[in-house]
Structure formats: structure tokens, C-alpha cells
């Protein structure tokens, strides 16, 4: 992870009435026409009061990211067995803000000894934004996208995220207008 910032963005106090009035002005802002609904009750839930991690927020004016520390369990690689990475569960930011609250809070998981982070999500309208930071496209030719595969807990039957939706009158939904991440389907939450 390189950025060209020098100062890094620490995670801040998690307010889900926060969380809510950025999401609303994200969803608005980006014409993001189906996602869950996210008020403050889903925020408090989903994150604020988790049991099962310890998520982490990270906010600027209107920019949003919330993420967790995990690290990588493969016994067959001793240079990447144990090491800490970052999960971003959630990341709202305007376009003229992304490129530096993005690299501002990634930077401060650098500094915490993360080697990379990952993020998935249901448009591809924020693509070239996430490469202009070092995301990467999932690719099987590529080893280092195959790593959040390895991540904690270990789960070698893990499903794809897949989002089927069944509307009346087949409306025109275009994925690039959506926003669903990992937990979204349940797909971020510990393994008994």
C-alpha cells in the first residue's frame, strides 16, 4: 500500500446518526437508485453494537469508511501466514473527496502493520476511483487478489456474493445505481 499523502486519517468515535446523514447525502449524490436502507437503527446495529467485531470508523465531513483488522491464515505460506490486513466493510465518500479520505485512512492501517485491505462492492461506477487508489479487479491470473480469500476465519466453501432481485414490471435497474457490500449478505460476520 503506497499512497501520496503524508498524514494519515485515525478512526474516529462511531455515531450512527453520523453514519445515516452521510449515507443519505451518498446515496443521493451518486443516483444510488436500490441498497439496503441504512438508518441509524442499521448502523447502531450493524456495527456500533456488533459482538461479533470490532469494527473500526473512519470519517471526514462527508466521507465514511468503517472496516475491521483480520489477518491471513495459510499454513503453506510463511510469508503471508499471520499477517494483519484490513477488511473495508463500508466506504461512502463524494468524488472529489474519495482519492484523499481514502488514502488518508489507509494510510493509518498501514501504519498499524496491515499489508493490504479489501473491498467489495455491487456497482463497477466506482471502479476507476478505486484503482486510481491501488484497488485491484478480482482476477484469477493475478496471486495477490486470491489473498482476502485466505483471510480469518477460514472457510474453504465461502459462496460468491450474489444479489438476485425479483421486481414487478421489471423496472430498469442498472448495477452501476446499487450499493451492496459483504455485509450486505450476511457475508462479514464470525464463523462459530
Known sequence: MDFEIANSL?????????????????????????????????WNWRYKQSVGFDYLCFADGDSLLVGRFDEITDADNDKLNGKKVFRIIELLALSESWNRFLQASLLWVKEQGAILADFQISSQS???????????????????????????????????????????????????????????????????
Not at 446515496?27 to 439496503?36: E, H, P, S, V, W
Open 126 to 192: 466506482f471502479d476507476k476511483l478505486l484503482f486510481s487508489t491501488g484497488f485491484r479487479k478480482a482476477d484469477t491470473q493475478n496471486p495477490v487478489t486470491k489473498i482476502p480469500a485466505i483471510f480469518t476465519p477460514i472457510r474453504h466453501d465461502v459462496p460468491p456474493i450474489n444479489l438476485v432481485i425479483k421486481l414487478s414490471d421489471n423496472p430498469d435497474i442498472d448495477f452501476d445505481d446499487t450499493y451492496f457490500v459483504k455485509s450486505d449478505g450476511d457475508m462479514d460476520r464470525p464463523i462459530d
Open 10 to 42: 485515525s478512526p474516529t468515535e462511531f455515531s450512527a446518526d453520523n453514519a445515516f446523514c452521510i449515507w443519505k447525502n451518498f446515496a443521493k449524490t451518486n443516483g444510488i437508485r436500490f441498497a439496503l436502507y441504512r438508518d441509524e437503527d442499521f
